[in-house]
């Protein structure tokens, strides 16, 4: 069972549509990031968040320390919001390792 | 003004051969790293440096080798390459580690061996 389990897999969408996709781990964690994976491979790191909730134009992460997990919410969904999107966790330590969720592949339909 | 660079993008070589993927950043981070990407999307770190110092060094065969001759840049050499080291290979960088500050990555570098 991997650390990090993010759900949905898939999931499809139709524009204007609100989205969430939820991550929650199993080990204890000093931060959480959400990252972006285009189609083309680039990959983009959303935000990083170690508690509370952030807000950058229409997406919106949460992190619920107490219950391990974490929501990616996007309001207003737009075919361009058509990526992967990664849950990946620091559990702390000099290492610098992340750990990553599986990534939920998000599909919106015009 | 690429900010995480990494060459080539794509590589297509055949087993056997050692073959080198370069990675260079202009944000002054002190940290770099590399991760494997297969072919199901799952995203895996393999090497973290931490001025010019190997900090990770997950389970990866010793046929990779990376090298950092200064903190701008992170090298990845491959040994008698293997068909199962087929993947997308990216670099990244982040300032003192991952914990307190958003990673920044390359393109990827598509490797095919054949």
């Known amino acids: 069972k991997n650390e990090v389990e993010q759900s949905p897999q898939n999931l499809t969408a139709q524009e204007g549509e609100f989205i969430t996709i939820n991550c929650s781990y199993s080990?204890?964690?000093?931060?959480l990031h959400w990252l972006q994976q285009h189609p083309g491979g680039g990959i983009v790191s959303l935000f990083m968040?170690?508690?509370g909730k952030k807000k950058h134009g229409r997406l919106i992460a949460t992190i619920n320390i107490q219950e391990k997990h974490s929501s990616l919410h996007i309001t207003a969904s737009h075919p361009r919001d058509s990526a992967v999107y990664i849950c990946?966790?620091?559990?702390?330590?000099?290492?610098?390792?992340?750990?990553f969720g599986k990534g939920t592949l998000l599909t919106v339909n015009p | 003004d690429t900010a995480v660079s990494q060459t080539p993008k794509y590589l297509v070589t055949q087993m056997g051969n050692d073959k080198s993927i370069k990675c260079e950043q202009n944000?002054?981070?002190?940290?770099m790293y590399w991760y494997k990407q297969d072919s199901k999307k799952f995203l895996k770190i393999m090497f973290s440096?931490?001025?010019?110092?190997?900090?990770i060094n997950e389970t990866v065969p010793n046929r990779f080798s990376p090298k950092s001759p200064d903190k701008a840049h992170l090298n990845l050499h491959i040994n008698s390459l293997e068909l199962g080291d087929s993947a997308v290979y990216f670099c990244?960088?982040?300032?003192?580690?991952?914990?307190?500050?958003?990673?920044?990555f390359g393109n990827g570098t598509r490797l095919t061996v054949t």
């Open positions: 990244a960088s982040s300032q003192a580690g991952s914990y307190n500050s958003p990673l920044h």
């Open positions: 080990v204890g964690i000093s931060a």
């Open positions: 968040l170690s508690s």
């Open positions: 990946a966790v620091y559990s702390g330590g000099s290492n610098y390792k992340l750990t």
């Open positions: 944000l002054g981070h002190d940290t």
């Open positions: 440096y931490n001025n010019k110092e190997l900090i």
